[in-house]
């Protein structure tokens, strides 16, 4: 079975599902449908085999590394790859985190020790989020 297509290829307008067949039955529903949607219409071939391998081996690079035989940069590369043809930007949250000085994540670990803050708190404050 071929992939359905998402676009005209004489105009390139999106296109509506209207009719939908069982294959078992030969039942024939028509009307106007919303296709589903496919979060991964826009990876290429070789990123969704990089994906089912990505979830096979559990997202743990060192397995990663020996399935496909290819160094740890060269898998982040594909992973952020990955990430981007999906929508996202790699590293955008790590990127807006706050960062907690040292003396802060001393204060915060000395108040947990003292009791005066519960480890969610602490947790939430390590993280640079008000508690």
């Known amino acids: 079975m071929y992939p359905q297509p998402a676009q005209c290829p004489v105009c390139g307008a999106e296109l509506l599902v209207t009719r939908l067949h069982c294959r078992n039955c030969d039942t024939v529903i028509e009307g106007h449908f919303h296709a589903p949607v496919d979060h ?46 999906l929508g996202f930007e790699p590293g955008k949250e790590e990127a807006q985190a706050v960062k907690v000085s040292a003396d802060e994540r001393m204060k915060i670990l000395d108040d947990l020790a003292a009791g005066r803050i519960s480890s969610q708190d602490a947790k939430e404050l390590l993280r640079g989020r008000a508690a």
């Not at 020996?66 to 160094?71: A, I, M, N, P």
């Open 40 to 85: 991964f219409e826009n990876l290429s071939d070789e990123q969704v085999s990089f994906v089912l391998s990505f979830i096979r081996c559990e997202g743990r690079f060192n397995r990663l590394e020996e399935e496909l035989g290819v160094s740890y940069p060269t898998l982040r590369n594909r992973l952020n790859e990955v990430v981007r043809a």
